[in-house]
Each structure stands twice: as structure tokens, then as C-alpha cells.
């Protein structure tokens, strides 16, 4: 199952980068054994205006068709690692080809984006700057894969 982060806003190279490269290059090695990767990064940026509903038209694009959409919102769900990866390998067990995570631009989501996703996944009530939260993401992506794999990455 191939995953995307598709994210509004680009993303500068420095420490962020640094660490998104590192954790989803483990996560490429750790993964690929269990039918999971690679992880694409896939960035929009809404030049022209419109808010919420024009980086939602971009986002949609920039998806695979028949994606599993997972909506970063913090109104979403909040899950531990070990049930975000054992939902991670329900999507892959159930046959889903492509697994696409979305980070909406300063305002968030637009509800319709927000409405179709299958999961709408929370890092907490606090709200996190859009580079720190890809890092987030990518990490947990990565966890996700080491704990499915038994890997001692993830310690409870």
C-alpha cells in the first residue's frame, strides 16, 4: 500500500526537512517487508487565493484516484501508536492500494475534503505549525511500521 502526505504549503529545506527525510526513509526500509510504502510527499500551494475551497480543489488533485483519505484535523480522533498502526494494516489487509494523509493550509480542512475522509486523525487539542505536524506525521508513520513489524522502536 503506497502512502502520500498531501500538504498545503512548501515545505523549506532545514531541521523539518531534515527530520520528514529521515523518518520516512526508515519507514521505506521497515515498511517495504510489510506490504507498506514507499511514502510520497505531495505539496500544493493556493497562489491564487480562495481559502478553504480552492487548497481543497488543489489537495484533491494532487490525490490518487480511490485513495483512503485520512483528514489531519484536530477535532478528529485522537489514537495510540499501536492503534494507528494496526488501522494502517486493516486499510492494507482490506486491499487498499494508495493511503493519503492531508494537512490542510492555516484554516484547516475544508469541510467537504474534511467529510470524505475515512478517519479524521488528531494529534490533540493543541494546534500544531504544518511543518511540525508533517515531522509528527512522518514519525508516526514510521512508528506505526516498527510496531507492526515487532521492531523495540516503540516502548510502552
Not at 489537495?59 to 485513495?67: C, G, I, S, V
Not at 494502517?88 to 484547516?108: C, E, H, P, T, Y
Not at 474534511?114 to 511543518?131: C, D, Q, Y
Amino acid at each position: 500500500m503506497r502512502l502520500q502526505i498531501c500538504a498545503v504549503g512548501r515545505l523549506r529545506a532545514g531541521p523539518e526537512q531534515a527530520l520528514i527525510d529521515d523518518y520516512l526513509t526508515r519507514f521505506d526500509r521497515t515498511g517495504r517487508a510489510l506490504g507498506l510504502g514507499p511514502v510520497e510527499l505531495r505539496e500544493v500551494e493556493n497562489r491564487k487565493g480562495g481559502g478553504m475551497a480552492a487548497e481543497a480543489q488543489l489537495l484533491t488533485r494532487a490525490l490518487p484516484d480511490n485513495a483512503v483519505l485520512v483528514a489531519m484535523d484536530e477535532r478528529g480522533k485522537t489514537l495510540s501508536s499501536p492503534d494507528f498502526a494496526n488501522w494502517m494494516a486493516r486499510q492494507r489487509d482490506d486491499g487498499a492500494q494508495d493511503l493519503s494523509f492531508v494537512i490542510g493550509g492555516a484554516d484547516g480542512l475544508a469541510p467537504e475534503l474534511r467529510n470524505r475522509a475515512a478517519l479524521s486523525l488528531s494529534f490533540g487539542r493543541m494546534v500544531w505549525p504544518h511543518m511540525l505536524a508533517r515531522v509528527m506525521l512522518s514519525e508516526q508513520i514510521y512508528r506505526a511500521a516498527t510496531i507492526l513489524a515487532g521492531s523495540p522502536y516503540h516502548r510502552v
